[in-house]
């Protein structure tokens, strides 16, 4: 007899495929501090949701977290080999430039995730591991 383990419903799923974009926008709306803030909290989101019983939510999961990290990632040359008083003149630009990359991306993404059709995933029973 075999016994069914617990239900993770669709629009649970659909949900949890969409947190790693809103911290994305946020990030970008809000750049000081949560731009920075983001970077710490992403890996506890992308660790929860990457491996989620609906293999969707990780694939949508894995794909923000490439979006995000590019761009923080692309950021740290820039800053690094820029000069002394770049950041104080040029703040504005770069942050502009950074949510002129993301938003459009994130919002494309969770336009998917709200259009795909999202099925019920099934956690494996105790007696199934």
């Known amino acids: 007899m075999q016994q069914q383990g617990k239900v993770v419903s669709a629009d649970s799923s659909r949900k949890a495929a969409r947190i790693f974009y809103y911290g994305n926008l946020l990030a970008v709306m809000i750049p000081f501090p949560f731009f920075i803030l983001w970077f710490g909290a992403s890996m506890f989101?992308?660790?929860m949701f990457?491996?989620?019983p609906?293999?969707?939510v990780g694939y949508y999961t894995q794909i923000a977290a490439y979006q995000y990290y590019g761009l923080a990632g692309a950021l740290v040359p820039v800053l690094t080999f820029a000069p002394g008083?770049?950041?104080v003149k040029y703040w504005l630009h770069l942050w502009v430039v950074g949510a002129a990359i993301l938003t459009p991306l994130a919002l494309i993404q969770l336009q998917k995730i709200n259009r795909e059709s999202w099925q019920d995933a099934?956690?494996?029973s105790e007696d199934a591991r």
Request: overall charge positive; charged content about 20%; aromatic content about 20%.
């Open 45 to 47: 989101v992308y660790a």
């Open 50 to 52: 990457r491996h989620h």
């Open 54 to 56: 609906n293999p969707r």
């Open 85 to 87: 008083d770049f950041f």
């Open 122 to 124: 099934i956690l494996p």
